[in-house]
């Protein structure tokens, strides 16, 4: 393939932002390159996430990708929370009118966009090192590359920084043009992926006194189990066995019984943070995704978060270059900011709910027992838990 050295919108980064960003481009006949740190397959070795919201799956519908998601992805009209033994549900779909969500893996959204990308033959620079962001307070931004030993130089009109909450876009920024905000939670999320059946149809989110867990799944027959954790916890400590014995003492007896063990695909353990980075706009760079701002695990929207940017940003290029508008350049970070607020601010509130903090005594497990036995038994408190679990509408307070 060969990698031309002018574009219109230079992507660094090839995860879900970067991928989705470029194939919407691409529809819409926006010339684009993209430039990866890693491999492809080390991309698709990372184990992220599981749930799609209805705007997510709209958006890969729009992007042509969307196929194999309906065909395999499981839909989801509810899930369940425990707490005190007990287990309780939310009906997404009768709380919300209807709405679901999906479960079709970060890995299989990936595939399911590199193919998409390959088949179509656009530019994609896997092992693009030294990656240099330049002069984009300018009209004629550019980006430097490194590649089989050789520097390379792309000159561009945007670009896009897709590149996660570690890459080189957001970190290019003079420290004086941006506020950064940050919560680091005192505790990691170990993950275990396996195949074996999930122990029930739905998502079990437990608040129990040996910590947060979370049974989720990917299909029918490969599950995906978290467990909160001490940071100071050693991956190489967790042996199978003993992640299963803890996910059992932190379930009730039906998901004792109905659980299914078996050897690890992977297992990990992720930090949790909330982070907010503003504005999202630098000239004639843009943030997106991780980029610009990550969210704990838990309400599960990083990457739908990373999917409504990439939504609002491929339209404000797409008026750029079609209508000769700057307007969605200019709203942009504004409107991406007032959505990620609220998942911030859910996915704060829903791990602050669901997790043991060390440093908080036996009144405060009292206090969330208290609030969930309110929330799940008033119809406006479980209908707030719903409504904010499937995703904002798009148009939210406009
Ligand atoms: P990514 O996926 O981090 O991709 C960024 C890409 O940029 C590359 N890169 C560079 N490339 C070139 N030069 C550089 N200098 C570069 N620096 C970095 C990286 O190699 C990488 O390929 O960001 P993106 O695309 O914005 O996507 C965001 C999502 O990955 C993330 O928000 C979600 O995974 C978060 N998340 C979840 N989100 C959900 O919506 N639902 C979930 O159920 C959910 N579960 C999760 C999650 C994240 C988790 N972890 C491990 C953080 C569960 C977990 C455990
Ligand atoms: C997952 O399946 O990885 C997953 C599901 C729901 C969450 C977080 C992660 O809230």
Redo the contacts with the bound molecule.
């Keep these: 393939m060969t990698i031309p050295s002018r574009t219109q919108v230079a992507i660094?980064?090839?995860?879900?932002?970067?991928?989705l960003l470029g194939q919407l481009l691409y529809k819409a006949g926006i010339d684009n390159v993209i430039?990866?740190?890693?491999t492809g397959d080390?991309?698709l070795g990372?184990?992220?996430?599981?749930?799609?919201?209805q705007v997510?799956i709209d958006l890969l519908d729009e992007a042509g990708v969307g196929a194999r998601m309906h065909a395999e992805g499981l839909v989801h009209g509810g899930f369940e929370m425990m707490w005190a033994g007990q287990r309780h549900r939310i009906d997404l779909h009768g709380l919300t009118g209807g709405k679901n969500v999906m479960v079709y893996g970060?890995t299989e959204l990936t595939r399911d966009l590199m193919n998409a990308r390959q088949a179509a033959g656009l530019p994609i620079v896997y092992e693009?090192h030294n990656?240099t962001v330049r002069d984009f307070d300018g009209k004629t931004p550019q980006v430097s590359?490194e590649k089989d030993g050789r520097t390379h130089q792309l000159d561009c009109d945007f670009i896009a920084g897709?590149?996660?909450?570690?890459?080189?876009c957001r970190a290019s920024v003079p420290r004086k043009s941006i506020t950064e905000y940050e919560k680091v939670y005192p505790f990691g999320?170990l993950?275990l992926l396996s195949d074996t059946p999930p122990v029930s149809d739905e998502l079990i989110y437990i608040n129990s006194p040996r910590g947060f867990g979370l049974c989720?799944q990917r299909s029918r027959t490969r599950s995906r189990y978290?467990l909160q954790v001490p940071l100071t916890d050693n991956i190489e400590a967790w042996t199978d066995e003993a992640f299963w014995q803890e996910l059992r003492l932190r379930l009730d007896d039906t998901g004792r019984r109905q659980l299914v063990t078996g050897p690890s695909l992977e297992k990990?353990i992720?930090p949790l943070r909330s982070f907010v980075a503003e504005p999202m706009r630098f000239g004639r760079m843009f943030l997106?995704?991780?980029?610009g701002h990550?969210?704990p695990?838990t309400g599960?929207?990083?990457?739908?978060?990373?999917a409504t940017d990439v939504k609002y940003l491929s339209n404000a290029f797409i008026e750029y270059y079609k209508d000769k508008s700057e307007a969605g350049l200019d709203t942009y970070s504004a409107r991406c900011l007032r959505r990620i607020w609220k998942a911030e601010r859910f996915s704060w509130w829903f791990t602050s709910l669901m997790h043991r903090f060390p440093d908080d005594g036996p009144i405060a497990a009292k206090f969330q027992e208290a609030e969930l036995d309110y929330l799940l038994h008033s119809e406006s408190g479980a209908r707030t838990i719903a409504e904010n679990y499937v995703g904002l509408p798009l148009d939210f307070g406009e």
């Excluded at 980064?13 to 970067?18: D, L, R």
């Excluded at 997106?288 to 980029?291: S, V």
């Design positions: 660094v980064g090839a995860g879900p932002s970067g991928l430039l990866e740190r890693q080390y991309v990372r184990i992220r996430a599981g749930i799609l919201e997510c970060q693009a990656v590359y897709c590149d996660g909450f570690h890459g080189v999320w993950g989720s978290y990990s992720a997106a995704g991780d980029a990550i969210v695990p599960a929207k990083g990457l739908n978060l990373a």
